[in-house]
């Protein structure tokens, strides 16, 4: 069969056993654009099918969780919030703490939690993660609503005056960072969990343990005064930045820093970029060992 | 001659599996894949490996699923892909859609490849058949705007207008998979690679979606791989096949060769066996197979059968147990590989008698009588063992075959009188019936 015309015409692609080390193919993530909607649309309006509260259950999960944190880091344990009333304070940390934690858990899942589809059918797989950063970006969305609402009690009733400036536009960045930041931490994670089962144990309980050290429920200045010896701890921690720098945004409380944010910046980026080398490295051969 | 464009291509494609569970070795194979790696050295263990024979049992950890398949197909063309189960058709497939990576080997396209390795992938039970349209589509490569322009026709094809709106957990599975093929069918890639999707539906929607995929090639030229065990469909589908036998192609070229080709190879004509020397016979000390035949009632051996034949089957064996009395046993199967009766030589009157202990060779047969068997193709386990405490000595699967029809011959009387068509059971015995009238 060989003899057949000397085709001048170029293959449209090929089908190798590895992918180039960086081939991330972003027109075929384009041309899939409408599954990764139809993807978020699917998970935001089956998550709540068939329950009384429906979408209420965004708002109340983070609501409970400031309250409790209110009540025991604050009344009980007594930390300081620096004027600023304490369930806003934890509000907004545990918001945007959820974003990144929902996000990392549920991306770090993606290969095993998606076998049978993935089994079947090609689509560029990432569009699975970004489908649940996006959701979940719906999620906080809502979830702001109720800070908001919160927001106006106590610039209305409690007379907390504080006059949002022009650093708001910092704020969609910021989450920005922390969905890419629990993007890339879930691809990894992800990836290795197809051989190594072993993961899914860590992030679970990984997740929970990193909230403590990332500012959520007590100001950064708090740890360094407190303990010095782990002050590196948050130092190092870019999601410690993220939130703090969103408290001091939205409520006015603790520190802006620049450096911290460039950190966290760069931070993000490699991690992202580590992700999604990693998960187009194992996307191609997943299905054999997961 | 015109001259033709190929559309795809696969060069030295391999898939190398391992076998076993995932566990601790996996980390230090990894370890010492990716040491070999960073000296510029070949991975270990594409050197091992071994064809993979499900039935045999092989020393090494990896097995080859697929092994040097080259193949062309030019556009327009739809190709047949037949194997026995575990032969890599659904390897080959899952490396054609990019659900796997092949471990050596490149496939070159011209065109997008969609695959329908199931239908309905991705449907989700709380959607509605409509989302579940747009959901299904774009998983399958579908833009929006494609599945809306083509919606009202998936809808019409898939017959289930009525409840487009209700939730597919109330769905039937039979209207379920009507709706996912009806997305399928409907798809406009350059290729479409489909697994066996049509074996489900009623007859009624096969036959519809058979018609469909005759349209997608002839009508709309799109090239098709079609793999199926369903005979029938290939042969009406296809023009060319390849067949794979233990994850190499053993077969290209005319899907009728083909399919040929296959059926022997899956249930050839048996009609006997036997061995010459003692040495090269199946069995064990205590006994050993000479030979085993089928039988028409003249003696001969033969494979097709009328319904009002009896046949024969018999088995010579040596037999040197003097432990225990030898039995020679058979099982019957039928074409879907269901155990119909098993019988055994003990139930012969000079069994008792003639398994004294000395050495000798025991001739034995046994007759399945006339109207008894339905029509079909059979195949017999033949084994020799013995019982208390149980022990077979030798056992050989797909020993014999034959084949039983219904041949209206004249002057005979059979269960179906002159009635045609199927006959409904997996016997069909001639019974006796009892009639009295009252007035």
């Known amino acids: 069969m060989n003899n057949s015309e000397p085709i001048n015409e170029e293959w449209l692609f090929e089908i190798k056993p590895k992918n180039n080390f960086f081939s991330l193919n972003l027109k075929e993530v384009w041309r899939y654009r409408d599954l990764l909607l139809l993807f978020v649309k699917r998970d935001i309006v089956t998550v709540y099918k068939q329950t009384i509260l429906g979408p209420l259950w965004y708002l109340l999960q983070p609501l409970f969780t400031a309250i409790i944190f209110t009540i025991i880091f604050n009344n009980v344990a007594g930390i300081k919030t620096g004027g600023v009333p304490s369930l806003l304070f934890n509000l907004a940390g545990v918001i945007i703490w959820n974003y990144f934690a929902t996000c990392l858990n549920e991306t770090s899942d993606t290969f095993k939690k998606n076998a049978s589809i993935f089994g079947k059918v090609y689509f560029p797989r990432v569009i699975m993660p970004m489908s649940i950063v996006i959701t979940n970006l719906v999620k906080l969305g809502i979830q702001l609503l109720i800070f908001i609402g919160f927001y106006i009690y106590y610039v209305a009733i409690d007379k907390f005056a504080f006059q949002l400036d022009n650093k708001i536009i910092l704020f969609p960045f910021l989450i920005v960072i922390m969905g890419f930041l629990g993007l890339g931490l879930g691809m990894i994670i992800s990836s290795l969990v197809t051989k190594y089962r072993d993961l899914t144990f860590l992030v679970t309980f990984g997740v929970q343990l990193l909230m403590y050290v990332s500012a959520v429920m007590y100001p950064m200045d708090l740890i360094k005064e407190k303990l010095p010896q782990f002050g590196w701890l948050i130092e190092y921690n870019p999601l410690a930045y993220v939130i703090e720098t969103s408290r001091c945004i939205l409520l006015n409380v603790g520190e802006l820093s620049v450096k911290g944010l460039l950190y966290t910046l760069v931070f993000t980026i490699v991690v992202f970029l580590f992700g999604l080398v990693i998960f187009n490295q194992t996307e191609k051969k997943f299905i054999d060992t997961v | ?439």
């Open chain 2, 1 to 439: 001659m015109s001259k033709k464009r190929i559309i795809l291509k696969a060069e030295n494609i391999s898939k190398q599996y391992r076998l076993g569970t995932v566990g601790t070795g996996t980390i230090s194979h990894d370890l010492n894949r990716f040491w070999y790696r960073i000296r510029g050295k070949e991975d270990p263990y594409l050197k091992v490996g071994e064809s993979n024979d499900r039935s045999t049992k092989g020393t090494s950890e990896y097995v080859w699923a697929l092994q040097d398949i080259n193949f062309e197909v030019e556009a327009g063309e739809v190709l047949g892909i037949i194997g026995k189960n575990g032969a890599g058709k659904s390897t080959l497939l899952k490396i054609l859609s990019k659900v796997t990576a092949p471990t050596t080997g490149v496939i070159k396209s011209r065109g997008r490849i969609a695959s329908l390795l199931e239908v309905g992938t991705g449907f989700n039970p709380e959607l509605t058949g409509r989302e579940n349209i747009y959901l299904n589509g774009a998983i399958l490569g579908m833009t929006k705007k494609e599945i809306t322009s083509k919606l009202d026709e998936i809808i019409e094809f898939s017959g289930c207008q009525r409840y487009i709106d209700t939730p597919t957990k109330r769905y039937s599975s039979g209207m379920t998979v009507r709706l996912a093929f009806a997305v399928a069918a409907f798809l406009e890639p350059e290729i479409l690679v489909v697994d066996e999707v049509l074996a489900v539906g009623d007859a009624e929607f096969q036959k519809k979606a058979i018609g469909k995929m005759q349209d997608i090639s002839r009508e709309e030229g799109r090239t098709v791989l079609f793999v199926s065990h369903d005979m029938d469909a290939i042969l009406k589908l296809t023009k060319k096949a390849i067949v794979l036998e233990n994850g190499s192609v053993v077969f290209k070229g005319n899907s009728d060769e083909a399919v040929r080709k296959y059926i022997t190879s899956k249930n050839a004509i048996k009609t006997i066996q036997s061995w010459e020397t003692i040495d090269s016979a199946p069995g064990n000390q205590y006994a050993k197979l000479k030979n085993i035949q089928v039988l028409n009632s003249k003696g001969k051996a033969n494979y097709d059968f009328d319904v009002s034949e009896e046949i024969s089957i018999a088995i010579d064996y040596w037999d040197f147990n003097a432990e225990n009395k030898n039995t020679a046993i058979i099982q019957i199967f039928n074409d879907y590989d269901v155990l119909l009766f098993s019988s055994n030589e003990f139930n012969a009157p000079e069994w008792e008698r003639f398994h004294d202990g000395k050495e000798s060779i025991i001739n034995t047969v046994c007759k399945i009588p006339s109207n008894f068997l339905a029509e079909g193709k059979y195949t017999v386990l033949v084994a020799v063992g013995n019982y208390n405490p149980n022990r077979i000595h030798l056992k050989i699967e797909n020993a014999l075959t034959f084949s039983i029809r219904d041949n209206f011959l004249e002057g005979v009387v059979t269960v179906k009188k002159n009635i045609g068509g199927n006959w409904p059971g997996i016997i069909r015995p001639l019974l006796k019936w009892e009639v009295t009238k009252e007035i």
